[in-house]
Protein backbone atom coordinates (compact mmCIF):
# COMPACT_ATOMS: atom_id res chain seq x y z
CA UNK A 1 0.00 0.00 0.00
CA UNK A 2 1.66 3.13 -0.88
CA UNK A 3 1.61 6.19 0.99
CA UNK A 4 0.69 10.03 -0.19
CA UNK A 5 3.52 11.31 2.02
CA UNK A 6 5.64 12.73 0.09
CA UNK A 7 9.41 11.35 0.13
CA UNK A 8 12.28 13.48 1.80
CA UNK A 9 14.18 13.40 -1.15
CA UNK A 10 11.19 15.55 -2.77
CA UNK A 11 10.71 17.32 0.16
CA UNK A 12 14.14 18.74 0.24
CA UNK A 13 13.94 19.56 -3.53
CA UNK A 14 10.58 21.58 -2.81
CA UNK A 15 12.83 23.35 0.02
CA UNK A 16 15.47 24.16 -2.68
CA UNK A 17 13.01 25.19 -4.80
CA UNK A 18 11.42 27.76 -2.36
CA UNK A 19 14.66 29.17 -1.09
CA UNK A 20 15.72 29.48 -4.81
CA UNK A 21 12.66 31.65 -5.76
CA UNK A 22 12.54 33.77 -3.02
CA UNK A 23 16.56 34.82 -4.04
CA UNK A 24 14.32 36.97 -7.10
CA UNK A 25 12.63 38.64 -4.18
CA UNK A 26 15.22 39.59 -2.43
CA UNK A 27 16.11 43.05 -1.68
CA UNK A 28 19.59 44.19 -3.74
CA UNK A 29 21.66 44.67 -0.20
CA UNK A 30 20.20 41.80 1.23
CA UNK A 31 21.40 39.85 -2.14
CA UNK A 32 24.79 41.68 -1.93
CA UNK A 33 25.30 40.73 1.94
CA UNK A 34 24.32 37.14 0.93
CA UNK A 35 26.47 36.35 -2.18
CA UNK A 36 29.65 38.23 0.46
CA UNK A 37 29.08 35.51 3.51
CA UNK A 38 29.50 32.67 0.67
CA UNK A 39 32.30 34.16 -0.37
CA UNK A 40 31.63 35.85 -3.94
CA UNK A 41 32.26 39.64 -4.33
CA UNK A 42 29.13 41.16 -6.08
CA UNK A 43 30.60 43.26 -8.88
CA UNK A 44 32.10 40.01 -10.06
CA UNK A 45 28.82 37.94 -9.76
CA UNK A 46 27.58 40.62 -11.83
CA UNK A 47 30.40 40.98 -14.32
CA UNK A 48 30.79 36.79 -15.03
CA UNK A 49 27.09 36.26 -15.69
CA UNK A 50 27.01 39.08 -18.05
CA UNK A 51 29.96 37.71 -19.90
CA UNK A 52 27.98 34.37 -19.87
CA UNK A 53 25.08 35.90 -21.08
CA UNK A 54 26.75 37.17 -23.56
CA UNK A 55 28.52 34.01 -24.89
CA UNK A 56 25.59 32.12 -24.78
CA UNK A 57 23.65 34.85 -27.11
CA UNK A 58 26.25 34.79 -29.76
CA UNK A 59 26.66 31.26 -29.53
CA UNK A 60 22.91 31.64 -30.29
CA UNK A 61 22.90 33.82 -32.91
CA UNK A 62 25.64 31.57 -34.82
CA UNK A 63 23.12 28.11 -34.59
CA UNK A 64 20.49 30.60 -35.55
CA UNK A 65 23.06 31.82 -38.81
CA UNK A 66 24.15 27.74 -39.37
CA UNK A 67 20.14 27.11 -39.52
CA UNK A 68 19.26 29.59 -42.01
CA UNK A 69 22.09 28.66 -44.61
CA UNK A 70 20.93 24.87 -44.29
CA UNK A 71 17.41 25.93 -45.13
CA UNK A 72 18.60 27.94 -47.85
CA UNK A 73 20.66 25.49 -49.35
CA UNK A 74 18.06 22.59 -48.79
CA UNK A 75 15.13 25.55 -50.42
CA UNK A 76 17.57 25.55 -53.14
CA UNK A 77 18.01 22.06 -53.85
CA UNK A 78 14.58 21.87 -53.91
CA UNK A 79 14.26 24.18 -56.35
CA UNK A 80 16.63 22.12 -58.42
CA UNK A 81 19.60 25.00 -58.49
CA UNK A 82 22.32 23.10 -59.18
CA UNK A 83 26.29 24.26 -60.51
CA UNK A 84 25.44 23.93 -64.03
CA UNK A 85 22.17 26.29 -63.61
CA UNK A 86 24.60 28.82 -61.88
CA UNK A 87 26.74 28.52 -64.74
CA UNK A 88 24.46 28.77 -67.41
CA UNK A 89 22.69 31.76 -65.76
CA UNK A 90 26.12 33.20 -65.41
CA UNK A 91 27.28 33.09 -69.07
CA UNK A 92 23.45 34.44 -69.84
CA UNK A 93 24.58 37.14 -67.88
CA UNK A 94 27.60 37.95 -69.55
CA UNK A 95 26.32 37.35 -73.23
CA UNK A 96 23.97 40.14 -72.22
CA UNK A 97 26.44 42.64 -71.02
CA UNK A 98 28.70 41.94 -74.08
CA UNK A 99 25.88 42.74 -76.49
CA UNK A 100 24.27 44.92 -74.71
CA UNK A 101 26.49 47.60 -72.83
CA UNK A 102 23.10 49.91 -72.10
CA UNK A 103 21.70 46.88 -70.13
CA UNK A 104 24.99 46.62 -68.30
CA UNK A 105 25.06 50.52 -66.91
CA UNK A 106 21.13 49.93 -66.33
CA UNK A 107 21.84 47.39 -63.61
CA UNK A 108 24.81 50.02 -62.22
CA UNK A 109 22.18 52.83 -62.52
CA UNK A 110 19.66 50.03 -60.55
CA UNK A 111 22.09 50.09 -57.63
CA UNK A 112 22.61 54.02 -57.46
CA UNK A 113 26.01 54.06 -59.00
CA UNK A 114 27.69 51.06 -57.20
CA UNK A 115 29.25 48.72 -59.58
CA UNK A 116 27.43 45.50 -59.43
CA UNK A 117 29.22 43.10 -56.42
CA UNK A 118 29.62 39.54 -56.73
CA UNK A 119 26.69 38.90 -54.58
CA UNK A 120 25.02 40.98 -56.93
CA UNK A 121 25.86 39.27 -59.93
CA UNK A 122 25.34 35.52 -58.34
CA UNK A 123 21.86 36.78 -57.73
CA UNK A 124 21.34 37.87 -61.04
CA UNK A 125 22.68 34.63 -62.62
CA UNK A 126 20.58 32.27 -60.72
CA UNK A 127 17.57 34.73 -61.70
CA UNK A 128 18.35 34.36 -65.10
CA UNK A 129 18.96 30.41 -64.45
CA UNK A 130 15.02 30.19 -63.49
CA UNK A 131 13.80 32.44 -66.17
CA UNK A 132 15.39 30.50 -68.61
CA UNK A 133 14.31 26.99 -67.16
CA UNK A 134 10.68 28.50 -67.02
CA UNK A 135 11.18 29.70 -70.79
CA UNK A 136 12.12 25.86 -71.44
CA UNK A 137 8.95 24.62 -69.71
CA UNK A 138 6.86 26.80 -71.58
CA UNK A 139 8.26 26.17 -74.65
CA UNK B 1 4.77 25.06 -9.67
CA UNK B 2 3.91 27.96 -6.90
CA UNK B 3 1.46 30.51 -6.94
CA UNK B 4 0.40 34.02 -6.22
CA UNK B 5 -2.02 33.42 -2.57
CA UNK B 6 -4.94 35.72 -1.88
CA UNK B 7 -3.74 38.02 -0.59
CA UNK B 8 -1.47 39.48 -3.27
CA UNK B 9 2.11 37.42 -2.34
CA UNK B 10 3.57 34.46 -2.58
CA UNK B 11 6.61 33.02 -4.30
CA UNK B 12 7.22 33.91 -7.73
CA UNK B 13 4.83 32.47 -10.84
CA UNK B 14 7.64 30.52 -12.62
CA UNK B 15 6.08 29.48 -16.18
CA UNK B 16 7.47 28.76 -19.56
CA UNK B 17 9.79 25.96 -19.32
CA UNK B 18 7.17 23.49 -18.64
CA UNK B 19 5.11 24.49 -21.41
CA UNK B 20 4.17 24.55 -24.97
CA UNK B 21 4.86 27.73 -26.83
CA UNK B 22 3.14 30.60 -25.73
CA UNK B 23 1.33 32.86 -27.87
CA UNK B 24 1.76 36.18 -26.33
CA UNK B 25 6.00 35.58 -26.01
CA UNK B 26 8.62 37.60 -26.74
CA UNK B 27 10.20 36.74 -29.92
CA UNK B 28 13.75 35.64 -30.38
CA UNK B 29 14.89 39.15 -30.92
CA UNK B 30 13.38 40.78 -28.13
CA UNK B 31 14.63 38.28 -25.55
CA UNK B 32 18.11 38.20 -26.59
CA UNK B 33 17.59 42.16 -26.43
CA UNK B 34 16.02 41.75 -22.95
CA UNK B 35 18.60 39.23 -22.01
CA UNK B 36 21.56 41.79 -22.78
CA UNK B 37 19.94 44.29 -20.91
CA UNK B 38 19.25 42.77 -17.55
CA UNK B 39 20.25 45.29 -14.63
CA UNK B 40 23.46 44.11 -12.32
CA UNK B 41 20.57 43.26 -9.62
CA UNK B 42 19.42 40.35 -11.83
CA UNK B 43 22.85 39.26 -12.89
CA UNK B 44 23.80 38.64 -9.55
CA UNK B 45 20.48 36.91 -8.68
CA UNK B 46 21.27 34.49 -11.86
CA UNK B 47 24.70 34.04 -10.69
CA UNK B 48 23.47 33.21 -6.78
CA UNK B 49 20.66 30.81 -7.66
CA UNK B 50 22.95 29.43 -10.46
CA UNK B 51 25.71 28.70 -7.33
CA UNK B 52 23.21 27.31 -5.37
CA UNK B 53 21.79 24.78 -8.30
CA UNK B 54 25.45 23.62 -9.01
CA UNK B 55 27.08 22.86 -5.80
CA UNK B 56 28.07 19.17 -6.17
CA UNK B 57 27.58 19.35 -10.30
CA UNK B 58 30.47 19.44 -12.66
CA UNK B 59 28.64 22.28 -14.44
CA UNK B 60 30.27 25.49 -13.21
CA UNK B 61 27.69 28.42 -12.22
CA UNK B 62 28.70 30.40 -15.22
CA UNK B 63 28.19 26.98 -17.56
CA UNK B 64 24.33 26.54 -16.81
CA UNK B 65 23.59 30.54 -17.29
CA UNK B 66 25.44 30.25 -20.68
CA UNK B 67 23.67 26.78 -21.42
CA UNK B 68 20.15 28.34 -20.15
CA UNK B 69 20.44 31.47 -22.63
CA UNK B 70 21.73 29.55 -25.21
CA UNK B 71 18.64 27.10 -24.69
CA UNK B 72 16.24 29.81 -23.93
CA UNK B 73 17.21 31.70 -27.22
CA UNK B 74 16.88 28.63 -29.60
CA UNK B 75 14.54 26.73 -27.96
CA UNK B 76 10.86 26.89 -28.61
CA UNK B 77 9.11 27.77 -25.75
CA UNK B 78 8.70 31.52 -25.10
CA UNK B 79 8.99 34.07 -22.29
CA UNK B 80 5.32 35.33 -21.52
CA UNK B 81 5.17 38.48 -21.58
CA UNK B 82 4.13 38.79 -18.17
CA UNK B 83 6.99 36.76 -16.68
CA UNK B 84 10.02 38.85 -15.55
CA UNK B 85 12.92 37.63 -18.06
CA UNK B 86 15.14 37.29 -15.32
CA UNK B 87 12.54 34.79 -13.56
CA UNK B 88 12.66 32.84 -17.01
CA UNK B 89 15.74 32.37 -17.32
CA UNK B 90 15.75 30.66 -13.79
CA UNK B 91 13.32 28.50 -15.19
CA UNK B 92 15.02 27.08 -17.59
CA UNK B 93 18.64 27.06 -15.17
CA UNK B 94 16.44 24.83 -12.82
CA UNK B 95 15.26 22.53 -16.10
CA UNK B 96 18.59 22.10 -17.41
CA UNK B 97 20.49 21.22 -13.95
CA UNK B 98 17.71 18.71 -13.56
CA UNK B 99 18.62 17.21 -16.89
CA UNK B 100 21.70 17.46 -16.18
CA UNK B 101 21.74 15.99 -13.11
CA UNK B 102 19.81 12.59 -14.44
CA UNK B 103 22.71 12.48 -17.15
CA UNK B 104 24.94 12.25 -15.14
CA UNK B 105 23.43 9.65 -13.29
CA UNK B 106 22.25 7.87 -16.26
CA UNK B 107 18.94 7.28 -15.02
CA UNK B 108 16.70 5.85 -17.94
CA UNK B 109 13.37 6.18 -17.10
CA UNK B 110 12.27 2.78 -16.19
CA UNK B 111 8.71 1.05 -17.75
CA UNK B 112 7.76 -1.55 -15.21
CA UNK B 113 5.82 -4.28 -17.22
CA UNK B 114 1.80 -4.59 -16.61
CA UNK B 115 0.49 -7.69 -15.71
CA UNK B 116 0.02 -10.28 -18.22
CA UNK B 117 -3.50 -11.31 -18.98
CA UNK B 118 -4.07 -14.36 -16.88
CA UNK B 119 -0.98 -14.12 -14.41
CA UNK B 120 -2.10 -12.19 -11.25
CA UNK B 121 0.45 -14.15 -9.27
CA UNK B 122 3.28 -10.83 -9.13
CA UNK B 123 5.83 -13.42 -9.55
CA UNK B 124 4.82 -14.16 -13.59
CA UNK B 125 5.08 -10.41 -13.71
CA UNK B 126 9.02 -10.17 -12.78
CA UNK B 127 10.94 -10.01 -15.99
CA UNK B 128 13.14 -12.54 -17.28
CA UNK B 129 16.93 -11.72 -16.87
CA UNK B 130 17.50 -13.94 -19.11
CA UNK B 131 15.59 -12.10 -21.64
CA UNK B 132 16.58 -8.51 -20.91
CA UNK B 133 19.64 -8.29 -18.58
CA UNK B 134 20.80 -4.75 -19.11
CA UNK B 135 17.42 -3.49 -18.64
CA UNK B 136 17.64 -5.25 -15.31
CA UNK B 137 20.75 -3.79 -14.80
CA UNK B 138 19.46 -0.59 -15.53
CA UNK B 139 16.59 -0.82 -12.96
CA UNK B 140 19.22 -1.79 -10.21
CA UNK B 141 20.85 1.10 -11.06
CA UNK B 142 17.74 3.11 -11.00
CA UNK B 143 16.71 2.05 -7.43
CA UNK B 144 20.45 2.33 -6.49
CA UNK B 145 20.32 5.96 -7.50
CA UNK B 146 16.67 6.64 -5.63
CA UNK B 147 18.16 4.51 -2.67
CA UNK B 148 21.14 7.16 -2.72
CA UNK B 149 18.57 10.33 -3.30
CA UNK B 150 16.45 9.02 -0.14
CA UNK B 151 19.88 8.39 1.99
CA UNK B 152 21.37 11.91 1.07
CA UNK B 153 17.64 13.39 1.66
CA UNK B 154 17.56 12.30 5.31
CA UNK B 155 20.98 12.89 6.44
CA UNK B 156 20.78 16.02 4.86
CA UNK B 157 17.39 17.11 6.57
CA UNK B 158 18.67 15.52 9.87
CA UNK B 159 21.95 17.80 9.38
CA UNK B 160 19.82 20.99 8.73
CA UNK B 161 17.58 19.83 11.81
CA UNK B 162 20.42 20.04 14.51
CA UNK B 163 21.94 22.84 13.40
CA UNK B 164 18.69 24.46 13.87
CA UNK B 165 18.10 23.36 16.93
CA UNK B 166 16.60 26.22 18.85
CA UNK B 167 15.71 28.02 16.70
CA UNK B 168 12.17 27.74 16.46
CA UNK B 169 11.29 29.71 13.39
CA UNK B 170 13.39 28.32 10.66
CA UNK B 171 12.07 25.01 11.40
CA UNK B 172 8.87 25.59 11.36
CA UNK B 173 9.49 28.08 7.98
CA UNK B 174 11.29 24.91 7.00
CA UNK B 175 8.60 22.62 7.45
CA UNK B 176 6.18 24.87 5.87
CA UNK B 177 7.90 25.29 2.34
CA UNK B 178 8.61 21.64 2.21
CA UNK B 179 4.75 21.41 2.60
CA UNK B 180 4.41 24.12 -0.32
CA UNK B 181 2.88 26.81 1.94
CA UNK B 182 3.65 30.44 0.60
CA UNK B 183 2.95 34.10 1.73
CA UNK B 184 0.40 34.73 4.61
CA UNK B 185 -0.30 30.59 4.98
CA UNK B 186 3.74 30.34 5.31
CA UNK B 187 3.69 33.77 7.85
CA UNK B 188 0.80 32.47 9.91
CA UNK B 189 2.69 28.84 10.15
CA UNK B 190 5.76 30.36 11.18
CA UNK B 191 4.38 33.22 13.46
CA UNK B 192 6.13 36.21 11.90
CA UNK B 193 5.51 39.08 10.16
CA UNK B 194 7.17 39.36 6.29
CA UNK B 195 10.40 40.66 7.66
CA UNK B 196 10.66 37.85 10.06
CA UNK B 197 10.03 34.84 7.74
CA UNK B 198 12.64 36.65 5.32
CA UNK B 199 15.13 36.57 7.91
CA UNK B 200 13.99 33.16 8.91
CA UNK B 201 14.95 32.42 4.90
CA UNK B 202 18.35 33.92 5.05
CA UNK B 203 19.54 31.62 8.33
CA UNK B 204 18.14 28.53 6.07
CA UNK B 205 20.31 29.41 3.11
CA UNK B 206 22.91 30.25 5.36
CA UNK B 207 22.57 26.90 7.21
CA UNK B 208 22.49 25.26 3.77
CA UNK B 209 25.70 27.05 2.44
CA UNK B 210 27.73 25.76 5.38
CA UNK B 211 26.25 22.36 5.68
CA UNK B 212 26.02 21.20 1.97
CA UNK B 213 28.76 22.87 -0.14
CA UNK B 214 28.48 19.77 -2.61
CA UNK B 215 24.74 19.86 -2.72
CA UNK B 216 22.31 17.98 -0.18
CA UNK B 217 22.28 15.42 -2.90
CA UNK B 218 25.83 14.52 -1.70
CA UNK B 219 25.61 14.68 1.99
CA UNK B 220 26.73 11.95 3.43
CA UNK B 221 25.34 9.57 6.39
Known sequence: MSSNKPSEASSMARLEDALLEDIFALPEADLDAELEEIGIDPVDASTSTRDAIEKGAKAAAKAGLAEAAADLAAFRRSRGQGASDSASGRALLERIKARDPDVAEMMIAARKGQQLSESDEAGIAEDLADLEKLARKLE | MNSVDDDGEGSLLVVATDEPDAQDGLTTEELQTAVRALPSVDLKRLSYAAIIMTRGMAL????????????????????????????????????????????????????????????????????DIRLNPEQMLLDREDEEEASRDKASAKAAARKLEEHLSGDFEAQMCIEGMKEGLVGRELRECVGVDQAGLDYAKKRIRRASAKLFPRGWRNVEQ
Open chain 2, 60 to 127: TPDELVNNAVYAALVGRRKCPRDTPVAVFLYGVMRSLASATRKTASNRPIVQFPTVPPGKENPIDCIP
